[in-house]
C-alpha cells in the first residue's frame, strides 16, 4: 500500500501501539470508551442480514459490537494497521458471534469496494486521524447505499474553556505518563495537537453535506470531549 509520508508516519504509529491500544483505550476514557462505541454502533443502525463496514477498526471493538448487533449479516473491519487487525483477529477467537466478520488492511482514502455497497458503516476515532477528511467523506458515501447511514465517533476539543483546559491536563498528566510507563510517550503526545486541528461538529456537517451527504447531526457528548456524527447518503 502506497501512501503519503504523513499517513505512513500514522500507520507507524498505530503499529506501534497496537499492543497496548485497548490499554490505553481504557485509560483515556476511563472504560467509558464502551458505552460511546455501542451508542455509535446503534446510530448507525446496521440491519439484520446486511453487510457492514467498519472503518479504522483498530482491534475490532466496534466491529465486533455491529456484528452482535447485525444477527447472521456481515461486518468487514478496515484498518491501515496490519498490527492492529492482527489483535483484532486474536480477539475474534476468543468469541463467538452469529454474523461473519472480516479484516481487510486498506486506506479509507481509497477503499477497494464498489459503488453503493454497504447498507451501514461506522468509524472510531480514526477521521481525526485522516489526512483528507473531505476525501474520506466522499470514499464513505460512495460505498454507502442509498439512505443508508454512518456513525463516525471521536475525540474533540470542548467549546467551554473550563472542559477545554481539564481535557488538556488529563492528557498532559494521565494519559501522556501513562504511555510513558508502557514506552509509547511520543505516540500519544500527538492528541492534544490532533484535537486543536480537528474540525468541530458543525464544520463536520458542512464538509459532509458538501461531500453528498443528505444530512447530518453531530451529537457531542460528555461537555463536547467526545462527539459522534451521524450522517445520511
Known amino acids: 500500500?502506497?501512501?503519503?509520508?504523513?499517513?505512513?508516519?500514522?500507520?507507524?504509529?498505530?503499529?506501534?501501539?497496537?499492543?497496548?491500544?485497548?490499554?490505553?483505550?481504557?485509560?483515556?476514557?476511563?472504560?467509558i470508551h464502551r458505552i460511546w462505541k455501542a451508542m455509535t454502533v446503534k446510530w448507525s443502525q446496521p440491519s439484520n442480514g446486511g453487510?457492514?463496514?467498519?472503518?479504522?477498526?483498530?482491534?475490532?471493538?466496534?466491529t465486533f459490537l455491529t456484528a452482535k448487533q447485525?444477527?447472521?449479516?456481515?461486518?468487514?473491519?478496515?484498518d491501515f494497521s496490519c498490527e492492529l487487525l492482527t489483535e483484532a483477529k486474536r480477539k475474534q477467537a476468543g468469541k463467538f458471534l452469529v454474523s461473519d466478520v472480516e479484516w481487510l488492511e486498506a486506506d479509507v482514502l481509497d477503499l477497494p469496494f464498489e459503488d453503493n455497497y454497504f447498507d451501514s458503516?461506522?468509524?472510531?476515532?480514526?477521521?481525526?486521524?485522516?489526512?483528507?477528511?473531505?476525501?474520506?467523506?466522499?470514499?464513505?458515501?460512495?460505498?454507502?447505499k442509498p439512505c443508508a447511514k454512518?456513525?463516525?465517533?471521536?475525540?474533540?476539543?470542548?467549546?467551554?474553556d473550563w472542559i477545554a483546559n481539564s481535557q488538556k491536563w488529563y492528557l498532559d498528566n494521565v494519559v501522556v505518563r501513562m504511555a510513558d510507563f508502557l514506552n509509547i510517550k511520543a505516540?500519544?503526545?500527538y492528541i492534544y495537537p490532533s484535537l486543536e486541528r480537528f474540525p468541530d461538529g458543525k464544520e463536520q456537517i458542512n464538509l459532509?453535506?458538501?461531500?453528498?451527504?443528505?444530512?447530518?447531526?453531530?451529537?457531542?457528548l460528555l461537555g463536547g470531549i467526545m462527539g459522534v456524527l451521524v450522517l445520511t447518503k
Do not use: W
Open 121 to 144: 458503516a461506522t468509524m472510531g476515532y480514526g477521521l481525526r486521524n485522516v489526512i483528507d477528511i473531505p476525501t474520506c467523506l466522499l470514499e464513505i458515501k460512495r460505498v454507502l
Open 51 to 62: 453487510l457492514a463496514l467498519d472503518l479504522c477498526c483498530g482491534s475490532g471493538d466496534i
Open 1 to 31: 500500500m502506497n501512501l503519503p509520508p504523513h499517513a505512513q508516519d500514522v500507520k507507524t504509529l498505530f503499529n506501534q501501539i497496537a499492543p497496548v491500544y485497548d490499554q490505553m483505550n481504557d485509560g483515556l476514557s476511563l472504560g
Open 208 to 220: 459532509a453535506l458538501n461531500a453528498g451527504f443528505n444530512n447530518g447531526i453531530h451529537y457531542p
Open 150 to 160: 454512518v456513525a463516525i465517533l471521536d475525540f474533540h476539543k470542548p467549546e467551554a
Open 70 to 78: 447485525m444477527r447472521n449479516g456481515k461486518v468487514i473491519g478496515v
Open 187 to 189: 505516540e500519544y503526545e
